[in-house]
């Protein structure tokens, strides 16, 4: 069982480069969320959406944007990255927004030089 | 502000038993989850409490108080495997999920 596939695993990006980190579930769950991990500190959500044609900005959005045009595919796009977004990204999906277990992809591991 | 506090960092020796404590504030409550998260890995969900008193599940319980804001995970007859990062969440009054910085768990022979 696939679950949430997140790619790619881990990535160097040139600072001003653009980078779309891709996310994709197969559990039908309706919500989807983007967080990043840094040293030290709590997960940070950066955008969700609650369901498939609509999103949400979280805590940390500055720098990032995301999509749900369908109901299985949640890309996270940093348009143009700076040092500070690098970071562990987890996209993360539920069956609702009023749920609190979450299921986790792998990660992806961003680095901006 | 919505805070959660948890320790950074516990030592235990195989096969005791550790309880990691977690305190929160937040705006409502929606219940407390436990996750766990081993180096470079996806954390995996736990527990939920929304009611206060005690969840068991096999070697692991979690505890609440929302009276005191308070919740913990008991671990019991320790494995090597339970070598891992412990991450407490608390929900809002609007199902947004507040996470713990986590605490990391060391497990010793």
């Known amino acids: 069982t696939a679950g949430i596939t997140q790619a790619p695993t881990s990535q160097i990006l040139a600072a001003g480069r653009s980078m779309t980190l891709r996310c994709t579930q197969d559990m039908r769950h309706n919500a989807m969320y983007w967080y990043r991990q840094d040293l030290g500190l709590g997960l940070r959500l950066i955008h969700y959406?609650?369901?498939?044609?609509?999103?949400g900005k979280g805590e940390v959005p500055d720098g990032y944007s995301v999509s749900r045009a369908n109901t299985d595919d949640f890309p996270l796009t940093l348009a143009s990255a700076v040092p500070s977004q690098t970071s562990v990204y987890f996209c993360?999906?539920?069956?609702?927004?009023?749920?609190?277990?979450?299921?986790f992809g792998e990660g992806s591991r961003l680095t901006v030089l | 502000g919505q805070n959660i506090d948890q320790p950074t960092e516990m030592t235990a020796t195989e096969g005791a038993i550790v309880q990691i404590n977690c305190t929160y504030q937040t705006s409502g409550f929606n219940g407390l989850f436990w996750y766990q998260q081993h180096a470079g890995e996806a954390p995996t969900f736990l527990s939920y409490n929304v009611l206060d008193g005690l969840e068991e599940k096999g070697r692991f319980s979690s505890f609440l108080s929302r009276s005191k804001g308070y919740s913990y995970l008991l671990l019991k007859e320790l494995q090597m495997k339970d070598s891992a990062s412990y991450l407490c969440a608390a929900m809002d009054s609007n199902y947004q999920l507040i996470w713990g910085a986590g605490t990391k768990l060391i497990i010793k022979p």
């Open positions: 959406s609650n369901t498939a044609g609509t999103t």
């Open positions: 993360a999906s539920s069956d609702s927004e009023a749920t609190g277990e979450l299921f």
